[in-house]
């Protein structure tokens, strides 16, 4: 059968890449001295729509407005 010593090798084997293969590249990349491309790239309140409304003449009406 096999013995104890190779079956510990293919276990930390299996355990390294399995570590290594967490690791992403995109947690190590900025964009423009920010944060990388990981989660929470982003400003502290992000601008969705930027300085415009985007409900600029959307028409109004029905029974709930007229009240």
């Known amino acids: 059968m096999t013995s104890p010593r190779r079956v510990l090798s293919l276990i930390l084997l299996v355990a390294v890449l399995a ?9 190590a990349r900025t964009r423009n001295g920010g944060p990388g491309g ?11 729509h930027g300085p415009t409304n985007p409900y600029y003449q959307t028409p109004r009406t029905g029974r709930a407005i007229a009240r």
């Open 19 to 27: 570590t290594t293969a967490c690791a992403s590249p995109e947690a």
């Open 38 to 48: 990981d989660v929470g790239n982003h400003d502290a309140v992000p601008e969705i």
